[in-house]
């Protein structure tokens, strides 16, 4: 039962901490496109790992990282209000670089598929019209 209150106070804090980065103001923080991947709290609530993506990639997570840590203070009494708990955990921001990750893989097999269309149309001599834009 413990563990379903854990997952779910995770969730919530997810949930909170995406509206709250919206309105911190520190320009580390709102230089780059930022998402919170996960945040994974502790047994005992004290502690939460909040673990923080950046579009242009992990330097740019790290920065932001940052900017996080120095408005903790503002963000805990924000999530405190939004959430009404009892304790709000120490938030820790650790920077990942997942999105630039999946951005990289999505190009790779974006720049397969177009090399995979040309082999083919190659192969059968031309006879079928490539389709206008498609390259």
Known sequence: ??????????EDILRELTAIL?????????AAMLSIVRVEVTNDMSY???????MEGLDAAKSAV???ASAQG???HSL??????????ELRFIPDDSIAYSAGIAKTLHDLERAEKQKAGRESGGQAEE???NE
Do not use: C
Not at 1 to 10: G, K, Q
Not at 22 to 30: A, C, I, W, Y
Not at 80 to 89: C, F, I, M, S
């Open 22 to 30: 919206r309105t911190v103001k520190d320009p580390r923080v709102t």
């Open 48 to 54: 939460a790992k909040v673990y923080v993506s950046a």
């Open 80 to 89: 405190g209000a939004a959430l009404k708990l009892r304790h709000v955990p």
């Open 131 to 133: 389709e206008p834009g």
């Open 74 to 76: 503002y963000i805990r």
């Open 66 to 68: 940052k900017g996080l």
């Open 1 to 10: 039962m413990a563990s379903f209150r854990i997952d779910r106070t995770s």
